[in-house]
């Protein structure tokens, strides 16, 4: 049975489908503190959250069991992205659930701004019919600058279209193409900031975006505009800001999100007449909360259960219509990696994958961390390493991993080559998949075979010469070691060859010894894939 926790208030008809799964007990607990999170978590594989839960480094090294952290919604920046990798937790979220919501609400935060309606509205249920102070701008023909036009920055352009505005948009993404189509003009963030008489931003916050509007930006703004932000507190230096509405460059602004949330007492927005303010309601309709929940309680049932996934943050997305290809060599390069491991001896240093035929032409990077989870399992053990942290932990270990391609694969459709540079040796191994047949080990360095990767396998090196087959099989016999299949590999008659016996069961260590002393036989070595 899989354990979810619900950490913030997520909608209960988004998340039914977990509820009324059979494998899986949801529990919801809302508003614990960092400790308390922590003393719980290690009951847990899967944990649903939103903003408010801070999903800490310490968090996830208590979450002995977690494989998932969902995200119900976009922004992922009170999740611990790196400790998430590290830990081997994926993290997902709800990209495409709340565009329009978050749009919706950017464009009512423009409006009330450019009618004053929070102040009005304060005015008149106090008693006061003010019809003097609130002498507001017309949206039409104006300038909108959008700073990030993904998804929700694309809808709010959209929008401001049929308003009858101009927009001045930047994204590192957008190209000219896409902007014409959106009816944008493409300009710099100095273009916008001088430019515009309403400037809204859509970006995350990075390092990159951190005050990206801070006083320089302010300096040479156009005097009376106005500014949004429905994105994440930071990007607009909220000080900045402050100063720029005092020496009159700024008429106003409207903010949903805070560099600090929620923003203490005394914070300089709080009551002051220019500024409106929403506490971080731009997600919060009840079709958003139900889309961004129902969105990321499927792609965790998928997690847990093994299946392919979607939304993955920490790791790179697999496009939707490569899944189906690439899902099979998922298998085989794991296969290939283990199989690898177990065969070699010495530190690994250096892995070369090679993808020749078809393959060569996709994006095979899942793949490769498939036959890299297989290839550390053997070493760090199959809790420690999964397909979100393999290339972390190769990199972190100074593993270099060389991959290439070639559209020529000489037998096969496809083939995938594991070869392994450790302090000792160099060992290879390469696998395709047969048709009506499944995965296939075609080659083990440079000896044709034919073996079907699972069970129990021993990989003996020996010179081939006669009475060496019928010995392994007798001392194997001897030792109630039963055979089920046999594979012989020679380049040469009479030069150095392998073979590859599939057992019933596992093989003794002395057993092995015992071969590994015959005459004419050099290493034997017991592999056993899932
Ligand atoms: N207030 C709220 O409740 C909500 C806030 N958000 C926030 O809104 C923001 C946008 O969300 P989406 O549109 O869904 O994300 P998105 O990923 O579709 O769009 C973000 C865009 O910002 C662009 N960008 C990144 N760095 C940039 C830079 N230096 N200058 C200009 N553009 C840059 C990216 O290229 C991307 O196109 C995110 O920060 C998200 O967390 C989203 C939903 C609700
Ligand atoms: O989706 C986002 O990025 C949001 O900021 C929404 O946050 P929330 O889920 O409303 O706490």
């Known amino acids: 049975m899989f354990k979810v926790l619900v950490s913030d208030p997520i909608s209960d008809m988004g998340i039914q489908q977990l509820v009324d799964a059979s494998d899986v007990l949801v529990d919801k607990k809302t508003g614990l503190s960092e400790e308390e999170l922590i003393a719980i978590i290690g009951d847990y594989d899967a944990m649903l959250v939103r903003s408010q839960t801070r999903v800490t480094a310490n968090i996830m090294g208590a979450g002995k069991k977690l ?15 790196e400790a998430a990798t590290q830990n081997g937790i994926i993290v997902i979220n709800a990209p495409d659930g709340n565009t329009i919501t978050t749009c919706e609400h950017t464009f009512a935060m423009m409006m009330a ?8 509205y304060k005015k008149t249920v106090s008693g006061t019919w003010d019809r003097k102070s609130f002498l507001g701008v017309e949206l039409r023909n104006k300038t909108l600058g959008v700073l990030g036009m993904g998804r929700i920055g694309s809808e709010v352009a959209k929008r401001a279209k049929a308003f009858g505005m101009n927009i001045l948009g930047f994204d590192p993404f957008m190209t000219e193409e896409r902007a014409e189509k959106l009816g944008v003009k493409l300009g710099s963030v100095d273009d916008i900031v001088r430019n515009a008489d309403f400037i809204t931003v859509h970006t995350p916050l990075t390092p990159e975006t951190r005050h990206m509007i801070g006083k320089s930006q302010f300096d040479v703004m156009k005097r009376g505009m ?7 507190g930071g990007i607009i230096d909220e000080q900045a800001l402050v100063e720029a509405i005092d020496e009159g460059i700024v008429a106003g602004a409207a903010f949903d999100v805070f560099e600090k949330e929620p923003p203490a007492a ?3 927005f709080l009551g002051h007449p220019s500024i409106i303010v929403t506490p971080h309601l731009g997600a919060s309709t009840v079709e958003a909360q139900e889309n961004v929940a129902i969105d990321v309680s499927e792609q965790v049932l998928h997690i847990l259960r093994n299946e392919p996934f979607m939304n993955a943050v920490n790791m790179p997305p697999i496009p939707a219509n490569l899944q189906s290809k690439l899902q099979p060599y998922f298998e085989l390069g794991e296969k290939l990696g283990s199989f690898i491991a177990q065969a070699s001896e010495g530190a690994v240093q250096e892995i070369t994958v090679q993808y020749a035929g078809e393959l060569a032409e996709v994006d095979t990077q899942p793949i490769t961390r498939y036959i890299m989870r297989g290839l550390l399992s053997h070493h760090l053990g199959s809790e420690q390493v999964n397909i979100v942290n393999s290339m972390h932990l190769a990199k ?4 270099n991993i060389i991959v290439q391609k070639s559209h020529k694969s ?11 540079r450790t302090k000792k040796e160099e060992r290879s191994v390469a696998g395709t998949l047969l048709t009506g047949y499944g995965p296939r080990i075609v080659q083990i360095d440079k000896y044709p075979v034919d073996v079907t990767p699972e069970g129990n396998l021993i990989l003996i090196a020996h010179n081939d010469k006669p009475g060496i087959i019928g010995s392994v099989g007798t001392l194997l016999g001897n030792n109630n070691v039963n055979i089920a ?3 012989v590999g020679r380049q040469l008659e009479g030069g150095s060859a392998i073979m590859v016996l599939r057992v019933d069961k596992g093989t003794p260590k002395e057993v092995l010894l015992q071969l590994t002393d015959m005459s004419g036989l050099n290493t034997a070595k017991e592999i056993i894939l899932p």
């Open 67 to 81: 494989k998932v952290v969902g995200r119900a919604g976009v922004g992922v920046d009170n999740i611990d992205l």
């Open 113 to 120: 701004l450019a009618r004053h309606i929070p102040q009005a």
């Open 226 to 232: 106005r500014i949004v932000n429905c994105a994440r």
């Open 266 to 268: 005394d914070h300089p």
């Open 396 to 399: 972190q270990r100074d593993i």
């Open 410 to 420: 000489k037998d096969f459709t496809n083939l995938v080559t594991v070869s392994l």
């Open 485 to 487: 299949t046999m594979q």
